[in-house]
């Protein structure tokens, strides 16, 4: 069993796939981290105006169970994968059928640099370059309801603004 932090305003002691209100780098689904502090960080970003208290949700996971869906995995920024998460960002009718897909996360700093990627500013090769630069955390993508079963829920730690 391995824990994993999913930052939200709620606590989320039972995990649905949603369908989200923009593009995602893996598409539609439950989104957790191995990072606390990614999770803390992604709750901070929402903390604005009157909304103060937000929730860093802990899970278990098993990793095992991995074998018994279809999974992807990227361990690296590679072509694969930005290709994958260029899909999912560019092309709102790119549906995937991957019950788990986990790999590096793009962060604030990695949206600029995918930003002139997509202006056509830099190629392919430099983006990977430029990426492999930046110590990437990584994201777990929970695509489908019956995957879910590989995470169980043990507590929420809030954030307050």
Request: aromatic residues 12%; negative net charge; glycine residues 4%.
């Amino acid at each position: 069993m391995t824990a994993l932090y999913h930052g939200s305003l709620d606590i989320v002691a039972i995990p649905e796939i949603r369908e989200p209100n923009r593009t995602l780098d893996y598409g539609e689904g439950f989104y957790l981290t191995s990072s606390a502090e990614q999770a803390e960080a992604w709750v901070r970003r929402k903390l604005k105006g009157n909304i103060t208290l937000g929730y860093v949700n802990i899970y278990e996971y098993d990793e095992e169970m991995e074998a018994v869906f279809e999974t992807l995995a990227f361990e690296k920024p590679d072509e694969a994968w930005l290709d994958f998460v260029m899909a999912n960002r560019m092309n709102p009718k790119f549906k995937h059928s991957y019950d788990i897909v986990r790999g590096p996360v793009a962060n604030d700093r990695v949206y600029a640099s995918f930003a002139l990627y997509e202006a056509g500013l830099i190629d392919k090769r430099e983006l990977i370059i430029e990426l492999r630069a930046y110590k990437l955390v990584n994201q777990i993508l929970i695509h489908t309801d019956r995957a879910l079963t590989c995470v169980k829920w043990k507590e929420a730690k809030e954030i307050r603004k």
